[in-house]
């Protein structure tokens, strides 16, 4: 057997079958957060389609050139870490390197940009519960902005997590704790998660920037 | 093989380690198992010890001994420990934990420390349920209904929704480990038809366990910002809409009925195919509709909201549908009838179980039709009818089957048999005392008895009487199990490998199983359920 792969647990008969159960999880893992956010697209979807107008008018107060721009970073990222599995898979140490870091200050700046969001809105009162008041009539209005707030959190929140994920691959490779291409795996999972993140924006704009718009 | 166990006994799991540690930290997942046993167990206790309180109180129409206030407290206890610490875990992850890897012959799960960190998360959540519900009392129901929830209850409904969504990981780390499990880890020539149909149907649960809970953990997250940071999805005042939450909460809720009643679909097929010693009737049928089950599942949560302001189009259109759902589970009760057809049935404590589970659930899963179908519902809908549909279900169904599966591998899990007569006994009791428990509550519902109060008109209390008399026959027969048992942990008759002469690789290794399950890795040659078994000297006078 290859020494080249990590020892198997004693449950598995081989190391295929440990890659396999590994990535297997990780997709399972993945459709259940799908689900997680699936709840709030639902809840979105019939706001955009029973309330048109308030709807309308609650998504035209969105910063759309923010949007785009965090938008664009965020595609970018996903390059910069699909780079990141190629270089790991040929075994290209430090390229790998260059493109996770560059994928982590593209996370950072796709946050700091939602930050900035986030402060802008409140400033125009659109955070309901504080701050001055809520400039909108209609109370779906309200229920729009309640959960763009939720929607966007959690969707930072997810980020956040995947860039701490990227940084700490980073820094093991930084520190030779973790050798390429034997441990591509780790950057595949790795990858994949950012992947799905980025996915779930990739609905998320739409249905909170344009679909009403 | 038999003789070669007896030369060099294989240590068995139990005997592995005795120390704390090496039961709380191992990653074994029979240990794992046992300790979900020890632990449901005790919440099945604490939840139980709420229902017998809520029943005393409701021997008398003008409530003597609990206040409106305390009472509300007592069903939400009841609800929430019921639910997500019994149920749920019930079958899947004890059963489940000690059987997947051994039906499909594998060492362990696919995620061993996965496993142990989802029991202390489990184990986390409980405690943490336990102490907010009996500290702060929380009086929302099990169903955090929206905006009461939000903003009338007082504020222990944190903590309480905090523990909920807590322990919805232990459930979904549980269902992806299965999954990946079944998918990865089958011996070889073990295909997926030729599975256990115990594990089509917790591989089914699994699926459902994966796909609902991050729902309710949207759901529960929005219950906790509105109530921390005041973002109002669910109170008008706030903007927010009530229905929203139904909505929410029955996409989670309805799926989560079936994580509750699949596993006992599970232990269903292979009690009734150990004890008529016959071939399941229609193996790929049975497989089938447990996923159909898992499918349709998710798409009859309107049944639920037919009175909250739901459009009559939508309500017609979840009312099919879920009398679609009663099809598969229907087909699922005539191949177990039809299995014992010409078979070599005999009545053993898990057999007499797995009767009475047909016999509740049928019942369970008509009045689920009456409820399904929108007009009969409005009348019905919130009265002790509702409440006897899914105790049926889920406690003469599931709970029955819980109580078979733990008498029919009670012998593999321990290696002693535990003593027929007061299995027996047990089985009987559990059945009829259920009868008496809700079948009176059948017909309180239909002469509207709403759910939820504990003061009504005093023509209710015969029924009511009767009701609280089958319930203390309940609490007796689900007691004694726990004495008996524990005697033949010491006294039992030592069991074989196979004590039942059941098919399935579980009763090919020495109970208790070895640490590894298997000495070397099994090659199935075999189909499921290959009864008559080879030595078996059934049909041998007349070779009917
Ligand atoms: C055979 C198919 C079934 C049908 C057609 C069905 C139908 C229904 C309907 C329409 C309701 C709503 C009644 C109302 O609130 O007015 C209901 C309630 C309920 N059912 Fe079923 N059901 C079925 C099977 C099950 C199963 C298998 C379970 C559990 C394992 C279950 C558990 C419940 C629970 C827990 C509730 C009430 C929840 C609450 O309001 O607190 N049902 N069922
Ligand atoms: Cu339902």
């Not at chain 1, 990535?23 to 709840?39: I, K, P």
Request: aromatic share 16%; with cysteine; proline share 6%.
């Amino acid at each position: 057997m290859s020494d080249a792969l990590p020892a198997v647990h004693e449950q598995f008969q081989a190391p295929g079958q440990q890659l396999e159960a590994d990535r297997l999880g990780l997709w399972v893992f993945l459709a259940s957060e799908a689900m997680l956010f699936g709840a709030v697209f639902f809840a979105l979807t019939v706001y955009h389609l029973i309330h048109p107008a308030a709807m309308h008018a609650a998504t035209s107060r969105l910063d759309l050139v923010t949007g785009v721009i965090g938008t664009a970073v965020l595609l970018t990222s996903s390059t910069t870490m699909a780079l990141a599995v190629k270089a790991a898979r040929e075994g290209r140490r430090t390229e790998a390197l260059i493109v996770l870091v560059g994928t982590v200050l593209l996370g950072l700046a796709f946050e700091a940009i939602k930050v900035h969001d986030w402060f802008d809105e409140y400033d125009q009162g659109l955070y309901p519960p504080m701050g001055p008041p809520f400039p909108l009539p209609q109370p779906a209005a309200r229920l729009y902005f309640h959960l763009y707030f939720v929607s966007t959190g959690l969707h930072a929140v997810h980020l956040a997590v995947g860039i701490l994920l990227v940084a700490g691959v980073a820094a093991s490779l930084l520190s030779n704790r973790m050798k390429l291409p034997e441990r591509t795996v780790t950057v595949e999972m790795v990858g994949l998660y950012w992947q799905f993140v980025d996915i779930v924006w990739i609905f998320l704009f739409p249905t909170l920037y344009l679909v009403s718009r | 093989m038999t003789a070669e166990a007896k030369k060099a006994p294989p240590k068995s799991y139990i005997e592995d380690g005795h120390t704390l540690r090496s039961w709380f930290f191992s990653t074994d997942h029979k240990g794992i198992a046992v300790l979900y046993l020890v632990s449901i167990t005790l919440f099945f206790f604490v939840g139980g010890a709420a229902a017998t309180l809520i029943r005393l109180e409701l021997l008398s129409p003008n409530g003597f001994i609990l206040s409106n206030d305390a009472y509300n407290r007592l069903f939400t206890i009841h609800g929430v420990i019921m639910v997500w610490f019994f149920l749920i875990p019930s079958i899947p992850n004890t059963f489940g934990n000690f059987l997947i890897p051994i039906m499909i012959g594998a060492k362990d799960l696919a995620f061993p420390k996965l496993n142990l960190a989802s029991w202390w998360i489990f184990v986390f959540a409980g405690c943490f349920v336990i102490a907010a519900l009996l500290i702060g009392g929380v009086d929302t129901g099990w169903t955090f209904y929206a905006p009461f929830s939000t903003m009338f209850s007082n504020g222990y409904v944190i903590p309480a929704v905090v523990g909920v969504f807590i322990s919805g990981f232990s459930t979904i780390l549980t269902g992806l480990n299965f999954i990946v499990t079944v998918h990865r880890l089958r011996a070889p020539g073990m295909t997926w038809f030729r599975l256990p149909l115990f594990v089509w149907s917790i591989y089914a649960t699994s699926l459902v366990m994966v796909l609902a809970t991050p729902v309710l953990a949207t759901t529960l997250l929005l219950i906790f910002a509105e109530r921390v940071f005041g973002l109002g999805f669910f109170d008008p005042q706030l903007g927010g809409d009530p229905v929203l939450y139904q909505h929410m909460f029955w996409f989670y809720s309805h799926p989560a009925v079936y994580i509750m009643v699949l596993p006992a679909f599970a232990v269903m097929s292979e009690l009734m195919t150990a004890f008529s010693k016959k071939h399941i009737f229609g193996y790929k049928v049975i497989a089938f509709s447990s996923l159909a089950i898992a499918g349709l599942g998710f798409l009859v949560w309107g049944h639920h909201m037919f009175v909250a302001g739901e459009s009559v189009y939508v309500g017609l259109v979840f009312s099919v549908l879920s009398f679609t759902i009663a099809v598969p589970s229907a087909i699922k009760v005539f191949n177990w009838t039809a299995t014992m057809r010409k078979g070599y049935v005999s009545f053993d404590a898990p057999m007499l179980f797995a009767l009475g589970f047909i016999g509740l659930f049928v019942i369970g899963g008509l009045t689920g039709l009456f409820v399904a179908a929108t007009g009969l519902d409005v009348h019905l809908t919130r009265t002790y009818f509702v409440i006897a549909h899914f105790h049926f279900i889920m406690v003469g169904g599931t709970v029955s089957c819980y109580f078979g599966a733990l008498h029919f591998w009670w012998p593999k899990m321990t290696g002693r048999m535990y003593p027929e007569m007061p299995g027996r006994i047990v089985a009987l009791l559990i059945f009829f005392g259920f009868m008496l428990t809700f079948m009176p509550q059948f017909i309180l519902g239909w002469l509207g008895m709403p759910r939820r109060y504990h003061l009504y008109p005093p023509e209710f209390q015969v029924l009511n009487v009767l009701s609280s008399a089958g319930a203390s026959i309940l609490a007796v027969a689900y007691t004694a199990p726990l004495f008996y048992l524990a005697w033949s942990l010491f006294y039992g008759k030592r069991a074989g490998l196979n004590p039942w002469g059941a098919a399935g690789l579980e009763w090919m290794i020495p109970s208790p199983p070895p640490r590894e399950n298997f000495e070397t890795v099994p090659v199935v040659t075999w189909e499921a359920y290959p009864y008559p078994l080879e030595p078996q000297p059934v049909a041998k006078e007349d070779g009917r």
